[in-house]
T-cell receptor
């Protein structure tokens, strides 16, 4: 299994509070991604990174920010959590453009009350 | 833009039945195609892939053939088991441009 660790695995937070999810990899892969999974929507890309300090938006980036200060860590921040951000969040990594298949972490279940 | 369309589930089969999950795609170039499987409470796992037309990906008794003429990548298994119960996702990468584009997933339930 790819060395990907997401933390926390479960979190309950209140509306309006900031939340940061962490993804840590031990594979030294260049690309890292954050997806959210919701019933009826499948997997939707939030943000991704193609190198240290290099990030780009996905299809559902509003309300989220990311940072990547080291190759191994990719942080997802909800600046002010809303109930619509209740979801399961997955981090994924891939080697490079020649090997685009992604490897996924176990997910973080976030509930905003 | 690029997109993936999967048959809607859920799909319920008896053990040892034949499985087909349809997947079609739209892409501007010549994509690589993937099937992922997600077991309850887990992340997605790569099941198989194909990188060019007429390639067949296979793994754990599952297989899928990249059909450029029909823009399809249907997943098949000759004899399903209860342990195959999961959600299956079709995905593409267009000309190596990450990230992957996913279909909405198809839930498979296999009953003994």
């Amino acid at each position: 299994d790819a060395g990907i660790t997401q933390s926390p695995r479960h979190k309950v937070t209140e509306t309006g509070t900031p939340v940061t999810l962490r993804c840590h990899q031990t594979e030294n892969h260049r690309y890292m991604y954050w997806y959210r999974q919701d019933p009826g929507h499948g997997l939707r890309l939030i943000h991704y990174s193609y190198g240290v300090k290099d990030t780009d938006k996905g299809e559902v980036s509003d309300g989220y920010s990311v940072s990547r200060s080291k190759t191994e860590d990719f942080l997802l921040t909800l600046e002010s959590a809303t109930s619509s951000q209740t979801s399961v969040y997955f981090c994924a990594i891939s080697v490079d453009r020649a090997q685009p298949e992604a490897f996924f972490g176990q997910g973080t279940r976030l509930t905003v009350v | 833009g690029n997109s993936v369309t999967q048959m809607e589930g859920p799909v319920t089969l008896s053990e040892e039945a034949f499985l087909t999950i349809n997947c079609t795609y739209t892409a501007t170039g010549y994509p690589s195609l993937f099937w992922y499987v997600q077991y309850p409470g887990e992340g997605l796992q790569l099941l198989l892939k194909a990188t060019k037309a007429d390639d067949k990906g296979s793994n754990k008794g599952f297989e899928a053939t990249y059909r450029k003429e029909t823009t399809s990548f249907h997943l098949e298994k000759g004899s399903v088991q209860v342990s195959d119960s999961a959600v299956y996702f079709c995905a593409l990468s267009d000309r190596g441009n990450t990230p992957l584009v996913f279909g909405k997933g198809t839930r498979l339930s296999v009953i003994a």
